[in-house]
């Protein structure tokens, strides 16, 4: 089955940190997921946890990954990036697909 996100190379090595330093049992992985829609829009969620039985479960870079079957298409094309800044860190999702909108 094709793997519906990326995730960056910033990213990666953020999550493997998470999971060295964070005590993250050896029997969960990445959930990657979506909350909401409607009006307020649909939010990306990102976490910890065991297999259920409607994921799909995909490896990147050696990186377990969930993702329920119900979310798949929402996050096709996506791709986890980590961002560092001065005044805010965090893990952000990016369709690469859309272009950036530059403001005039």
């Not at 995730?7 to 049992?25: D, G, L, M, S, V």
């Not at 990954?65 to 999702?93: C, P, S, W």
Request: charged share 25%; glycine share 10%.
């Amino acid at each position: 089955m094709l793997i519906p996100i990326q995730i960056t190379e910033k990213a990666q090595e953020e999550i493997k940190n998470i999971i060295q330093h964070k005590n993250i049992p050896t029997d969960y992985f990445l959930r990657v997921g979506v909350k909401g829609g409607g009006c307020g829009g649909m939010s990306y969620l990102l976490g910890f946890d065991k297999p259920k039985e409607d994921d799909q479960q995909f490896e990147i870079e050696g990186i377990q990954v969930l993702i329920e079957k119900k979310h798949y298409m929402f996050l096709m094309g996506m791709q986890v990036d980590f961002y560092e800044g001065n005044e805010a860190r965090g893990f952000t999702f990016i369709n690469p697909d859309i272009p950036k909108r530059h403001d005039q």
